[in-house]
């Protein structure tokens, strides 16, 4: 029912919108006409919509103006209103547009948390009819554009965009692609570096064992070094220093060129990894529906896991990945990764379209021996399983024979040991490397996360190179390899 309310007794909350445009015309109108549209107040008399009539009439120096009731509204519904009610007559800029999603999803999810119910980028994706990948790029903008709001407009990169998207692509990504690839500078520098230094302690190791294996290598060694004017040092002081040196390398572990801080897909198709790598062996962030990941448990870090598995993102990664694993890999190599059933026809299309040989069936990993949990039980059966994808170039040939595509296997110690909720058993993995590859052939993995899978493959007696791009990911794998080591040798130490 319309009512007439004085305008001094309205509250007015905090609005997405900043700018009040084109009053005068409007305020002619209710001049004029009247107000035709009352505006829209909860039981509270807070505003929810009506902004631009209920300035026009302050304008006009009118005391009262009619309303409707527009029940007692959440907060986040009152702004989902104000928001709509606008974006329809396009009053809102891009920005606004966007922060205003920001604040709505911000609220519904608290909202959510609160009540019991889940709110996320699917449920906004329905609410605001725009596809998962437009609203997980409009979020991220929205809180680049927030946080610059305090600046100077001329300071302001992100508002002087013409749209989220194009922020998105040529700001975001832009900064992205740039950091990575001055990381993949670095790292690369770092690993020339590093190989160099490695090459002349290896040296050092196989003289002084050469030395040392027969009396006679020592007296002539000895008698080398005397002949030398320059040689002050006493024979036995100098040479007790290199035994000692020596044993110092053989307990170093070089990392810096084993786990690099950077782009895959750009480090894989570096023209001097043509045909590098023996085979590889990965778990990628593959596109997969991420609203159940509450099922796993004793996992650290779920957030940083949601944002490495964004749809979008991921199909395009993928895309880009099997013609570089194609790439770098040598004649008779095998690739496997993990990857999910809504996924497996893409992912073997893509593999196909690189050059590989597929196996047509995947290699599944049953959980056993650990709790899987089912959070719609009544609609469906628990899943117990995760698939992985076998290829091959054209000429390769498996290295050990295996009559069963089933592997059982239970993660739930690699969890708690790595800190990450998709870590593999270390059973499953030691089936997938005896399977493709033998003692001493380099391992490739691109998506290292955590580093479980790096520690599995060393643990199995072949050489690893990892590659992971985020950076709490990629120091808590240094860690996590490190510590491994560590339970062998306290003595390791680490370049």
Sequence with gaps: ?????????????????????????????????????????????????????????KQLGMTHIDWVSAREAPEDEREEMEYAENVERSDFTWQEKSLGLLRIWRKKRLRGAAEGWKWGDREASREFQMSIGTVQYVLRVAKKLEAEQTLPMDKRKYWNFQSPYEAYRLGMLGEEMDRLQEDLKKTLKARSMTDSHAAEEKKLVQEVTRVQATPEALAEERERYQKNPLNTVPFDTYWTEKVKAAEEVKNTVYLSNRLLHVDCIDYMLLPENEGMFDHIVTDPPYAIDMDHLNQITNAKDLDRVIDAHQVDENIELLAKFFPAAFKCTKEHSFVVTWGDMMQWQYMYDLAIKAGFTVQRWALIWRKVNQAVKNSCATYNTTKDYEIALVCRKPSSVLAQRRNSSIIDGSNTEVIKLFGHPFSKPFEVTQVLLDLVSIPGQTILDPFAGAGSMVVQIIKQRRNVIACEKDDRWYAQMLQNVQNWYLRMNPNFKFK
Excluded: C, N, Y
């Design 1 to 57: 029912m319309r009512s007439t309310i004085p305008i001094a007794a309205i509250k007015v909350p905090d609005r997405i919108r900043k700018k009040v445009e084109d009053i005068d015309s409007l305020a002619e109108s209710i001049k004029h006409l009247g107000l035709l549209q009352p505006i829209g107040l909860t039981e509270d008399h807070t505003l929810v919509w009506g902004f631009r009539r209920l300035a026009a009439a």
